[in-house]
């Protein structure tokens, strides 16, 4: 199984960027964190960060046929970006959205997704286990095994 995530602005700045809000572990603990899960479950994990929307399109773009699914970190897309929503659509890969932070207790602009409608789920407030939650159900859904996510 192949899969791919992708993050978006200033998670490369995870560690000095808001503690109060993302805590104090780096975006190389978060690669750490990726890889070990990866690792444990016997999965390839690519990982890839960019600031600018343009690659974040070009990396979904490039997934295609090389990928059995996304898990997406849009940052401050996530409120606006309907090119990443297109780049999903068009793809057809299946794809997670995922927040370090929960959402839904930060300002009123961070509760709106133009984004999570092209995703198969959205996945916040779990900092790092965002991400293995994320993992964890393409594994189990390639696995056939659907008990905990219907």
Known sequence: MNLLVINGPNLNMLGSREPEVYGTQTYEDLLDYIEAFAQEYQVTVD???????????????????????IVLNPGAYTHYSYAIFDALQGAEIPAIEVHLSNINNRE??????VIAPACVGQISGLGFHSYSAALRYFIEMAQGDRGLWI
């Not at 990982?47 to 295609?64: F, K, L, M, P, R």
């Not at 009123?108 to 997704?113: L, N």
């Open 47 to 69: 990982v890839i960060q960019s600031n600018s929307e343009g690659e974040i399109i070009d990396a979904i773009h490039g997934s295609v046929g090389g990928y059995d699914g």
């Open 108 to 113: 009123d602009f961070r509760k709106i997704s």
